[in-house]
């Protein structure tokens, strides 16, 4: 376990974090990739466009879906993540994130 001390705070970081990050990460990408083909036949692109253009805007919507989750994960982790996380606080970085994102969502569709 590695650790440094910055000011008041100490950051921890362990197999069982990285492990957690990367398992959520991936299952974000996942997700996002079905949901962005899913609803890709909702779209004019999938009867106007060949099938280069709608696979680069599946893509493209998930890197950027992928993007917007790890910084409100990160942002969460930083904010509301203490020593010992994923084993402790797990919920409240977990409902930090989510809100996060939630937030975001409704900041840039309103």
């Known amino acids: 376990m590695c650790s440094s001390q910055v000011g008041n705070s100490l950051f921890v970081t362990s197999p069982g974090a ?3 990050a990367r398992t959520y ?14 609803q890709l036949p909702l779209y004019t692109i999938s009867h106007t466009r060949d099938i ?3 696979a680069f805007a599946v893509i493209h919507c998930t890197v950027g879906d992928l993007l917007i989750a790890a910084l409100t994960f990160g942002l969460a982790l930083l904010t509301m993540g203490y020593p010992g996380w994923p084993a402790l606080y797990f ?8 809100a996060l994102g939630l ?8």
Do not use: P
């Open 103 to 110: 937030s975001y969502t409704v900041l840039v569709s309103g």
């Open 25 to 38: 990460l991936s299952a974000i990408l996942v997700g996002n990739l079905a949901w962005e083909i899913f």
């Open 18 to 20: 990285w492990r957690t």
């Open 52 to 54: 280069w253009e709608q």
């Open 91 to 98: 919920k409240r970085v977990a409902a930090g994130a989510t």
